[in-house]
T-cell receptor, first 108, second 115 residues
Framework: AQRVTQPEKLLSVFKGAPVELKCNYS??????LFWYVQYSRQRLQLLLR?????SIKGFTADLNKGETSFHLKKPFAQEEDSAMYYC??????????WGAGTKLIIKP | ETGVTQTPRHLVMGMTNKKSLKCEQH?????MYWYKQSAKKPLELMFV???????ENNSVPSRFSPECPNSSHLFLHLHTLQPEDSALYLC??????????????FGEGSRLTVL
């Protein structure tokens, strides 16, 4: 079955500390994976996609096919990173399969 | 106005009411989507339209009826809903449905409460 799992509903870290938001997937084909973010009172928006291999707002995510993971990382968290983060997988029908989301709180 | 706009932002309705949610996009996109977002659950895709033609209906109950009169507008008609249908309904658009960019542009959502 195709599935995206974000095991942490809530993650709280101090400003300046490293952040890692976990995402695991189950998919039989070659996965296309994405991270979306929703800041408070803003709409859901794309943060990054693994095929771009880019760093956005200091965040990176590496696809690990062996561990079927796509964890989102940032070395030094900032208060403005507080948001809901969603991991998503694109299936062969170009539909996004979503994780349940992780709420990230950055403490001052 | 640019982007994806949804109205109303909040809606309270009884189980016997008929109401509609509206979505409008000014991005020139060809695909539009309705998602249901319930607390602590993944986004659930409800309907997909590509070039005004419905291409996906993920086993959604018939009390939800979509309409896409043109590529810029999408409606979700609601009739005899149940309290468990209370959720945030998100509209999104993308350049094309069959695209591997994976980038959806979302509206701010319509918060629906069914009494």
């Amino acid at each position: 079955a195709q599935r995206v799992t974000q095991p942490e509903k809530l993650l709280s870290v101090f400003k300046g500390a490293p952040v890692e938001l976990k995402c695991n997937y189950s998919y039989s084909g070659s996965p296309e994976l994405f991270w979306y973010v929703q800041y408070s009172r803003q709409r859901l928006q794309l943060l990054l996609r693994h095929i771009s291999r880019e760093s956005i707002k200091g965040f990176t995510a590496d696809l690990n096919k062996g561990e079927t993971s796509f964890h989102l990382k940032k070395p030094f968290a900032q208060e403005e990173d507080s948001a809901m983060y969603y991991c998503a997988l694109m299936d062969s029908n170009y539909q996004l399969i979503w994780g349940a989301g992780t709420k990230l709180i950055i403490k001052p | 106005e640019t982007g994806v706009t949804q109205t109303p932002r909040h809606l309270v309705m009884g189980m016997t009411n008929k109401k509609s949610l509206k979505c409008e996009q000014h991005l020139g996109h060809n695909a539009m989507y309705w998602y249901k977002q319930s607390a602590k659950k993944p986004l659930e895709l409800m309907f997909v339209y590509s070039l005004e033609e419905r291409v996906e209906n993920n086993s959604v109950p018939s009390r939800f009826s979509p309409e896409c009169p043109n590529s810029s507008h999408l409606f979700l008609h609601l009739h005899t809903l149940q309290p468990e249908d209370s959720a945030l309904y998100l509209c999104a658009s993308s350049q094309d449905r069959a695209s591997n960019t994976g980038e959806l542009f979302f509206g701010e959502g319509s918060r629906l409460t069914v009494l």
